[in-house]
């Protein structure tokens, strides 16, 4: 199989980053979910598309780009600028549908190089491997998002979370697709960089790639 990367059925994220950001008032939070938006879009690394989850007071569908969301959630006051942990982190969440676009590129048998927009890293990976094992499959082509994220807020700092279930933005199998993913991951980083800086934050990258 030409592409190599995988994405894992485990609780845990096989990688995460996360951005601390000091908050002065309660409503920058804002202000930040307004500039992280706008970095997922223009690296093309998270898009929230659709969000429907109990208890929130409105519904996203069909999104071509975050600013849906961030709107939405401004004029809601949202306690949490990405309010998912749960969705992501208990398998046992029921209720609700979160769908984030990634755009990614992989090698599609017979036509090279392709880049789309994609939700779910395991469906694409068994639309690849269509004749993998079922065991496999269950264990490395497991349905979810490229990136996932999800934001803590206290009364003083904004926490949030990029969390890696497949491994594709780091994948070296490949030279050209590690460049191209690569490049989008480079284009986030360096957003968050930015934000980090300016804002007097911090930002952890485990594993720093």
Not at 39 to 52: K, M, R, W
């Amino acid at each position: 199989m030409l592409n190599q990367w995988r994405s894992w059925d485990t609780a845990d994220p096989i990688a995460i980053w996360t951005l601390e950001l000091p908050l002065e008032r309660p409503e920058q939070r804002f202000d930040a979910l307004r500039a992280l938006c706008q970095a997922g879009d223009e690296s093309g690394v998270f898009t929230l598309q659709q969000v429907a989850l109990p208890g929130l007071p409105f519904r996203v569908d069909g999104a071509a780009d975050n600013g849906p969301w961030a709107a939405a959630a401004q004029q809601h006051d949202l306690a949490e600028i990405f309010p998912f942990e749960q969705i992501f982190m208990d398998h046992g969440a029921t209720g609700g549908s979160l769908s984030v676009l990634s755009t990614v590129s992989f090698v599609l048998p017979g036509q090279g190089i392709v880049t789309e927009r994609r939700a779910d890293a395991g469906q694409l990976l068994r639309e690849l491997d269509p004749g993998c094992d079922p065991l496999f499959a269950e264990r490395f082509y497991a349905r979810g998002p490229f990136v996932a994220l999800w934001s803590a807020t206290s009364a003083d700092v904004l926490r949030v979370s990029f969390g890696f279930w497949c491994d594709l933005w780091f994948d070296d199998g490949e030279p050209e697709l590690l460049r191209l993913n690569g490049e989008r991951l480079q284009r986030l980083r360096d957003r968050l960089d930015g934000l980090a800086g300016s804002r007097r934050g911090r930002l952890d990258l485990t594993p720093a790639r």
